[in-house]
């Protein structure tokens, strides 16, 4: 499959699972992906009044998270190419801004979403304050050409992080992840969502074939980024990749 292929496949499996994505998301999670956003927010070390941006952004969800830490005076702009995630990504920002009404710390005005191409990222250089993707970087062809996108709309000394799945590391994990991992998504996908088992396929096969954590630190820094690391969640089943535009840019 060519680049232009494989995108579109993408585009079209999200716009058919858009509706049930959270869902299913809570579901395989157990619910923690709540708490690996927040520690994906954390890890960005963004602050209030922070611009942040949020690529891949699907549901919204990671861009609320941010917004949270941005607080009032910040501002997120969430980018996804799925006109159906951005729909119910909408829908939970106006679900969310109607829970938080007495709250406007909590609020969701200042979010912003863009239809767009996480490869041609439309920012001005040096825009953002951090950049976020969660789950977004397995799903595209050419994610070098993307973790180099989002450096360069990052301002100098402020933090890229992608929050994605990882090659487990606590001994004995990988030999019964994986293969529960490949049982339980097709099977939770055709129960939840009704869906036939091939999208909840690919999630398994993209998570499978991702780059492990440390191979996509290494990535960062090859694409400019400075003390790149990586942070393991549940044994590094699943992890947060960071890296830093060097203060000192464009010098580096
Ligand atoms: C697994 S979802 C992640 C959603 C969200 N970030 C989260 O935290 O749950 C991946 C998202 O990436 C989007 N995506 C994949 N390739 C893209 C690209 N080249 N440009 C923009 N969005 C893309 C998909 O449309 C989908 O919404």
């Known amino acids: ?36 956003r927040r520690q994906a927010v954390q890890t960005a070390r963004i602050r209030p009044g922070d611009r942040v941006a949020d690529i891949c952004c699907g549901t919204g969800q990671l861009t609320l998270a941010a917004r949270a830490a941005a607080g009032r005076s910040g501002e997120v702009v969430g980018l996804d190419f799925s006109a159906d995630m951005l729909r119910v990504a909408a829908a939970n920002i106006e679900a969310a801004g109607r829970r938080a009404q007495r709250d406007p710390e909590a609020g969701t005005d200042n979010i912003r979403f863009v239809r767009g191409d996480a490869r041609e990222l439309p920012f001005a250089t040096a825009d953002f304050d951090a950049v976020l993707v969660g789950w977004g970087l397995r799903n595209v062809p050419d994610r070098e050409r993307v973790v180099r996108e989002m450096r360069r709309i990052v301002k100098p000394g402020g933090r890229v992080v992608s929050l994605d799945m990882g090659q487990p590391r606590l001994p004995g994990l990988s030999a019964v992840y994986w293969p529960l991992f490949s049982l339980a998504v097709p099977f939770l996908g055709q129960w939840c969502a009704g869906k036939k088992a091939r999208e909840y396929r690919y999630l398994y096969e993209s998570a499978r074939e991702f780059l492990p954590q440390w191979e996509l630190a290494d990535l960062f820094r090859r694409c400019g980024l400075v003390g790149t690391g990586a942070l393991d969640l549940v044994g590094g089943a699943v992890a947060v990749v960071y890296g830093e535009k060097s203060p000192r840019y464009p010098g580096d």
Do not use: C, P, T
Not at 9 to 33: C, H, P, T
């Open 1 to 36: 499959m060519s680049g232009g292929e494989q995108s579109r496949a993408v585009r079209e499996m999200f716009g058919a699972i858009a509706e049930k994505y959270d869902v299913m998301n809570s579901i395989m999670s157990l619910g923690l992906d709540r708490h690996w």
